[in-house]
């Protein structure tokens, strides 16, 4: 399985942005994925999960109200849409892929198999 985000950049506080993730070599449609963050010097951090079908969707409690995930599932790809963004939003996000079929979103970072490589956020002041 190969994951490739993007859309990350340098954004002041209260913008937005839409971060992508595109998956290859298996049947996207069957399988969980998330976003998870990492800031420089402190552990990763989950961020969302949405599960196969897109019926259900989970998110950390500091990015509730203001971030959404979502799949396209004809695109074999997520979304972290990502509104009124804070400094404290500043990481390398990455999408994780959840292997076996049909499992539930998943907040726990050892849950998931294979990982992008990641994408770069910046939120200035």
């Known amino acids: 399985v190969q994951l490739q985000a993007s859309g990350g950049g340098l954004v002041q506080a209260g913008d937005s942005l839409r971060l992508s993730c595109a998956t290859s070599?298996?049947?996207?449609?069957?399988?969980?994925l998330g976003w998870f963050r990492q800031a420089p010097g402190k552990e990763r951090d989950f961020v969302a999960s949405?599960?196969?079908?897109?019926?259900?969707?989970y998110y950390s409690d500091f990015v509730k109200g203001r971030f959404t995930i979502s799949r396209d599932n004809a695109k074999n790809t997520i979304y972290l849409q990502m509104n009124n963004l804070k400094p404290e939003d500043t990481a390398v996000y990455y999408c994780?892929?959840?292997?076996?079929?049909?499992?539930?979103?998943?907040?726990?970072?050892?849950?998931?198999?294979?990982w992008g490589q990641g994408t770069q956020v910046t939120v200035s002041s």
């Open positions: 949405i599960n196969w079908s897109g019926s259900a969707t």
């Open positions: 070599g298996r049947t996207f449609s069957t399988y969980t």
């Open positions: 994780a892929f959840r292997s076996g079929p049909y499992y539930s979103v998943s907040s726990n970072y050892k849950d998931y198999d294979y």
